[in-house]
């Protein structure tokens, strides 16, 4: 059965776009490529957590079609590497335990983005302004995880080995940013982004999970 495993992905992302004029009024279009980090929540960190110690590198590129002063379309790809390690953490049952993964992640994404006060960029003529925006919509990932069971054996390592996994996972993409306009044609920016993914293996790893460390052997908790 899915079930949905949050990850960060997109962390810290600063942005820099080209904007096209229309008309010497508004951009209809714009066109941008980021560089920032992808980070990860899920079963080979402790619960609720995320470390600095598995933030990887992350780029992607995107084009925008702005319906309004205020509110535009974005279809965007973006790619980073997720990693997780029990190692990282100052718990004896993980240490023992060991596991660890690697996935590198690419997801295709159709957003909504609403700017509320981008208006303000046109108002009497153009204006340089700092501006927040949120964004949400949906994206389809791919994913191929490689998970490290530390030369253990049990029999939910076993169904984890020999599980069919979908290396197409389906997203539910939100987040904020704030922009800033250099220019009429460079806009500089930073956004951070959350995204679920409604699949159980992003990290390769689900019925061995379900297990506990016990006498430094694996048993089922």
Known sequence: MYVMRIF???LAMFLCALTTPVLAQEEKWEGGFFIGAANYMGDVVEPNIFTLKETNLAFGFNIQHNLSQ???LKL???SGKLTGDDANFDNVDRKTRA???ENRMTELSL????EPFGAKRYEGGFHKILSPYVFAGVGLGFSNPTADFNNRTSAGITAD????VQQSIFTTPVGV???YDLSRQWVLGAEIGLRPAFNDYVDGISEAANQ???TGMLSVG
């Open 8 to 10: 960060y992905f997109s």
């Open 70 to 72: 205020t509110l535009g």
């Open 161 to 164: 080995r020999n599980a069919d």
């Open 99 to 101: 596991f660890s993964f």
């Open 111 to 114: 957003l909504a983005q609403w």
């Open 177 to 179: 940013g704030l922009r």
């Open 212 to 214: 506990v460390i016990t």
């Open 76 to 78: 965007g790809l973006i």
